[in-house]
C-alpha cells in the first residue's frame, strides 16, 4: 500500500474536504501564511541564538555561584577558627571594657 | 459624517452550531441605510461534521460571503484573514466579531459614528453583557438578553442616551471590534505568537496605544455575546478559566506596566458609575415606553422580572430600585422627608404612573405612598392574610 501525499490527514476528522471557493482569499490567506511561516522561522532562529546566549550566561553565572560559594566556606572556616582560639574570649573581654571606658 | 463607508463585518466561526446561525441572522439585519456593509463568515476549518456545509448553504441563501480556511488557523491568523480581506479589499473600515454574537440593527451606525469622532481613534469596542470589563451587569443574559429586537432596543437606548460618546480603554476586545482599515495598515495584524487565541488584542490594541491611537469603547451601542462555551469545548480554555495564562504572561513581559494601569483604571470607578448610569438609563427608558409596576413592601419578592418593575422596599437603606430585563438600578432615594414625595419622584421617573402597584406587605406610610403613585392597587401578601 503506497501513501497518497495529495490526502492531507492532518485535517480534522468530519471538517469539510473543499473550502469556500474564494481566489480572493485564498491568494491573502496563502501569501499571509508564508508570511507568518518566515516570522515563525526568523523567530526560531532568534529564540535559538537567544538561548545559546542566555544558556553561556547560566553557565558563567553558576560557576561565579559556586567560586563564591567557595569562597564564603573559606572565609566561615576562618571565622571559626578565630572564635575557637584561647585568646578570643580575652580579647572579646578587652573590648567590652574598653566601651565601657568610652561611655 | 458626509461619506458612506464601507465596511467589512468579519465574523470568525469555529463550531458554535447552536449560536451562529442566529448571529448571521443579525448581521444580515443590521441598518445599512446610512453606511455599505458586507458580510464575511470565516470558518476556520470547523471540525464538527457537515456544519461547514451546512453554514455555507445558510450563507449562500442569504448572499453572506463564506470562507472555510482549508486548515485550522487558530482566532489570530484567522482574524487576520478579515483584517487583510478589508484592507485589499478596499474597505474603510473593518469589524472583527465572535460568531456567539447577536448585533443590533445600529451597530455599523453607532460604531462609525464613534470612531469618526476623533480621528486618532484605532477601534472601537461595543457595550455587552459578556465583555470583561466592559459588561452591563446583569441577573440572566440567556434568559432576558438573548433576543435580537432586545439587543436592537438597548442599543437604541444607549444611543438615545450616548449617540457618539466614546470613553478610553485600557484595551479592547475582539467580540465585537471595529478598526479602520488605516490602522490596519499602521499597526499591523494580530500575532501569531498568540496561537489558537486569547489576549491577541489586548496586544494588538497596546501596540496602537504605543503609536499614540486611541483605545475606545462607544456608548451608545450594545451587542449581546453568549460567552466562552466553544472556545471551552474546543479544549481553547481550561474549564471555568477566562484566559490563557502563557497569553498573559507574554503580555506582561511586553507591557510590564499594563496589569497597574488597568488596576488604576478600575480604582478609579469611572465604570462602576457608568454601568450603572447605563442600567438607570435602560430602566427608566423602558418604564417610560412600556409602562411600569410597583412592588412595595419589607418582604420584596425574588426572582427575575421581565417587564420594568420599580421595587420599594422599606426595610432597605437603599429603598427604591428599579428592574428591567436583568438590569438593576438605584433611583438614588433615601427615603428621607427631605426628598419630597417618594410617589411624585417614582412618577417623574417612570413618565406618568404606574400600571400597577403591587402591595407585598402593608407599613405605615403604605397607605400615603400607593395614593401619591396612583394606579391601580393590588395587594398581594406573600404571606397568607389569616393564621
Same mark, same amino acid.
Given at each position: 500500500?503506497?501513501?497518497?501525499?495529495?490526502?492531507?490527514?492532518?485535517?480534522?476528522?468530519?471538517?469539510?474536504?473543499?473550502?469556500?471557493?474564494?481566489?480572493?482569499?485564498?491568494?491573502?490567506?496563502?501569501?499571509?501564511?508564508?508570511?507568518?511561516?518566515?516570522?515563525?522561522?526568523?523567530?526560531?532562529?532568534?529564540?535559538?541564538? &537567544?538561548?545559546?546566549?542566555?544558556?553561556?550566561?547560566?553557565?558563567?553565572?553558576?560557576?561565579?555561584?559556586?567560586?563564591?560559594?567557595?569562597?564564603?566556606?573559606?572565609?566561615?572556616?576562618?571565622?571559626?577558627?578565630? &572564635?575557637?582560639?584561647?585568646?578570643?574570649?580575652?580579647?572579646?573581654?578587652?573590648?567590652?571594657? &574598653?566601651?565601657?571606658?568610652?561611655? | /459624517?458626509?461619506?458612506?463607508?464601507?465596511?467589512?463585518?468579519?465574523?470568525?466561526?469555529?463550531?458554535? !452550531?447552536?449560536?451562529?446561525?442566529?448571529?448571521?441572522?443579525?448581521?444580515?439585519?443590521?441598518?445599512?441605510?446610512?453606511?455599505?456593509?458586507?458580510?464575511?463568515?470565516?470558518?476556520?476549518?470547523?471540525?464538527?461534521?457537515?456544519?461547514?456545509?451546512?453554514?455555507?448553504?445558510?450563507?449562500?441563501?442569504?448572499?453572506?460571503?463564506?470562507?472555510?480556511?482549508?486548515?485550522?488557523?487558530?482566532?489570530?491568523?484567522?482574524?487576520?484573514?478579515?483584517?487583510?480581506?478589508?484592507?485589499?479589499?478596499? *474597505?474603510?473600515?473593518?469589524? $472583527?466579531?465572535?460568531?456567539?454574537?447577536?448585533?443590533?440593527?445600529?451597530?455599523?451606525?453607532?460604531? $462609525?459614528?464613534?470612531?469618526?469622532?476623533?480621528?486618532?481613534?484605532?477601534?472601537?469596542?461595543?457595550?455587552?453583557?459578556?465583555?470583561?470589563?466592559?459588561?452591563?451587569?446583569?441577573?440572566?443574559?440567556?434568559?432576558?438578553?438573548?433576543?435580537?429586537?432586545?439587543?436592537?432596543?438597548?442599543?437604541?437606548?444607549? !444611543?438615545?442616551? *450616548?449617540?457618539?460618546?466614546?470613553?478610553?480603554?485600557?484595551?479592547?476586545?475582539?467580540?465585537? $471590534?471595529?478598526?479602520?482599515?488605516?490602522?490596519?495598515?499602521?499597526?499591523?495584524? /494580530?500575532?501569531?505568537?498568540?496561537?489558537?487565541?486569547?489576549?491577541?488584542?489586548?496586544?494588538?490594541?497596546?501596540?496602537?496605544?504605543?503609536?499614540?491611537?486611541?483605545?475606545?469603547?462607544?456608548?451608545?451601542?450594545?451587542?449581546?455575546?453568549?460567552?466562552?462555551?466553544?472556545?471551552?469545548?474546543?479544549?481553547?480554555?481550561?474549564?471555568?478559566?477566562?484566559?490563557?495564562?502563557?497569553?498573559?504572561?507574554?503580555?506582561? /513581559?511586553?507591557?510590564?506596566?499594563?496589569?497597574?494601569?488597568?488596576?488604576?483604571? /478600575?480604582?478609579?470607578?469611572?465604570?462602576?458609575?457608568?454601568?450603572?448610569?447605563?442600567?438607570?438609563?435602560?430602566?427608566?427608558?423602558?418604564?417610560?415606553?412600556?409602562?411600569?409596576?410597583?412592588?412595595?413592601?419589607?418582604?420584596?419578592?425574588?426572582?427575575?422580572?421581565?417587564?420594568?418593575?420599580?421595587?420599594?422596599?422599606?426595610?432597605?437603606?437603599?429603598?427604591?430600585?428599579?428592574? *428591567?430585563?436583568?438590569?438593576?438600578?438605584?433611583?438614588?432615594?433615601?427615603?428621607?422627608?427631605?426628598?419630597?414625595?417618594?410617589?411624585?419622584?417614582?412618577?417623574?421617573?417612570?413618565?406618568?404612573?404606574?400600571?400597577?402597584?403591587?402591595?407585598?406587605?402593608?407599613?405605615?406610610?403604605?397607605?400615603?405612598?400607593?395614593?401619591?403613585?396612583?394606579?391601580?392597587?393590588?395587594?398581594?401578601?406573600?404571606?397568607?392574610?389569616?393564621?
Amino acid at each position: 500500500m503506497t501513501h497518497d501525499p495529495t490526502v492531507d490527514e492532518s485535517l480534522a476528522p468530519g471538517a469539510a474536504s473543499g473550502h469556500g471557493a474564494d481566489p480572493q482569499l485564498d491568494r491573502i490567506n496563502l501569501e499571509q501564511a508564508l508570511r507568518d511561516f518566515e516570522v515563525a522561522n526568523r523567530r526560531v532562529l532568534d529564540l535559538a541564538h &537567544r538561548l545559546a546566549s542566555m544558556h553561556a550566561e547560566l553557565l558563567q553565572t553558576r560557576t561565579e555561584l559556586s567560586l563564591t560559594k567557595i569562597e564564603l566556606q573559606d572565609a566561615q572556616r576562618f571565622l571559626n577558627r578565630i &572564635r575557637q582560639s584561647r585568646l578570643f574570649p580575652l580579647v572579646r573581654a578587652l573590648a567590652q571594657t &574598653r566601651r565601657m571606658a568610652k561611655r | /459624517m458626509t461619506e458612506r463607508a464601507r465596511i467589512l463585518l468579519a465574523i470568525t466561526v469555529y463550531n458554535g !452550531r447552536d449560536l451562529v446561525l442566529a448571529a448571521v441572522e443579525s448581521a444580515c439585519a443590521i441598518d445599512t441605510s446610512t453606511h455599505d456593509v458586507n458580510v464575511l463568515v470565516l470558518d476556520d476549518h470547523s471540525p464538527d461534521p457537515g456544519w461547514s456545509e451546512e453554514l455555507a448553504s445558510v450563507c449562500a441563501e442569504r448572499s453572506v460571503r463564506y470562507y472555510c480556511t482549508p486548515r485550522n488557523l487558530g482566532i489570530p491568523r484567522n482574524v487576520n484573514l478579515g483584517l487583510l480581506a478589508a484592507h485589499d479589499g478596499g *474597505y474603510s473600515h473593518v469589524l $472583527i466579531a465572535n460568531s456567539d454574537v447577536l448585533f443590533p440593527h445600529n451597530l455599523v451606525d453607532r460604531l $462609525i459614528a464613534a470612531s469618526e469622532s476623533d480621528n486618532s481613534i484605532a477601534s472601537v469596542t461595543a457595550w455587552s453583557n459578556n465583555a470583561g470589563i466592559y459588561s452591563i451587569p446583569n441577573d440572566d443574559p440567556v434568559a432576558c438578553l438573548r433576543d435580537l429586537e432586545r439587543v436592537s432596543w438597548l442599543s437604541e437606548t444607549l !444611543r438615545d442616551e *450616548y449617540d457618539d460618546r466614546t470613553i478610553d480603554v485600557p484595551a479592547g476586545i475582539s467580540f465585537c $471590534i471595529l478598526i479602520p482599515t488605516w490602522a490596519v495598515a499602521e499597526v499591523g495584524l /494580530m500575532d501569531p505568537v498568540f496561537g489558537r487565541g486569547y489576549c491577541e488584542e489586548t496586544d494588538w490594541t497596546l501596540r496602537s496605544q504605543s503609536l499614540g491611537y486611541r483605545c475606545t469603547v462607544a456608548l451608545g451601542v450594545f451587542v449581546y455575546h453568549a460567552g466562552q462555551g466553544s472556545n471551552e469545548t474546543a479544549g481553547l480554555l481550561r474549564q471555568g478559566a477566562t484566559t490563557v495564562d502563557q497569553h498573559e504572561a507574554i503580555v506582561d /513581559m511586553r507591557y510590564p506596566t499594563f496589569r497597574a494601569d488597568v488596576g488604576a483604571y /478600575m480604582a478609579s470607578g469611572m465604570l462602576d458609575d457608568l454601568h450603572a448610569q447605563c442600567c438607570l438609563t435602560i430602566c427608566r427608558s423602558a418604564a417610560r415606553e412600556f409602562g411600569y409596576s410597583v412592588e412595595m413592601g419589607r418582604l420584596s419578592q425574588s426572582g427575575s422580572h421581565i417587564g420594568p418593575t420599580i421595587i420599594i422596599d422599606t426595610g432597605d437603606p437603599d429603598p427604591v430600585s428599579v428592574r *428591567y430585563l436583568g438590569f438593576n438600578a438605584s433611583l438614588g432615594l433615601t427615603g428621607s422627608p427631605d426628598e419630597g414625595d417618594i410617589g411624585l419622584l417614582i412618577r417623574e421617573f417612570g413618565g406618568g404612573p404606574p400600571r400597577d402597584v403591587n402591595v407585598l406587605d402593608r407599613g405605615p406610610h403604605t397607605q400615603d405612598l400607593v395614593e401619591s403613585l396612583g394606579g391601580s392597587t393590588v395587594d398581594t401578601p406573600i404571606y397568607p392574610a389569616r393564621v
